[in-house]
C-alpha cells in the first residue's frame, strides 16, 4: 500500500438555473443545469481533464462528477439548447450536441484522464 491523499470533499449537488437567452458558462463542480428560457440558449461546459499535476497535486480536479442539463421549461423543440465543449474538448467525438426535446435531458460524464464528456443518457 502506498500513501494517500486523503479524503476529497465535494457537494453532492450544486444546481446552475439558466433564466435568461444568451451563453452561460458552466464552472466545474456544477452537477445540474435547469434550463426554463423561451430563446437561444447555449451553454459552455467546464475543462473535463484532471490538472496535469496529477491527482496528489491537485486532488479536486479528479472528481468526476457527471453534469445533467434539462429543459425544465418545455422550449427545447422551439429553441434547442446549444451544448458546447470547453476549447478542443469533445463531446462523444462533436465539438457540441443540441438538446431539441421540450422538456428532454442530457446526462455528461467528464472523461478526466483524457479530456472531454461522454454523452451517457
Not at 464552472?27 to 475543462?47: F, K
Request: charged share 5%; net charge negative.
Amino acid at each position: 500500500m502506498g500513501p494517500s491523499i486523503g479524503w476529497i470533499y465535494a457537494p453532492s449537488s450544486v444546481v446552475l438555473p439558466i433564466t435568461q437567452a444568451g451563453t452561460t458558462v458552466v464552472q466545474p463542480g456544477n452537477s445540474l443545469v435547469t434550463v426554463n428560457v423561451n430563446a437561444a440558449v447555449t451553454i459552455q461546459l467546464p475543462l473535463a481533464k484532471g490538472n496535469a499535476a496529477g491527482a496528489g497535486g491537485v486532488p479536486g480536479s479528479f472528481v468526476a462528477t457527471p453534469l445533467v442539463i434539462v429543459d425544465i421549461g418545455g422550449f427545447a423543440t422551439a429553441h434547442p439548447i446549444t451544448v458546447q465543449a470547453f476549447g478542443s474538448e469533445k463531446i462523444d467525438g462533436l465539438a457540441l450536441v443540441m438538446l431539441q426535446s421540450s422538456f428532454g435531458a442530457f446526462v455528461l460524464q467528464p472523461d478526466v484522464i483524457n479530456g472531454g464528456w461522454i454523452l451517457t443518457q
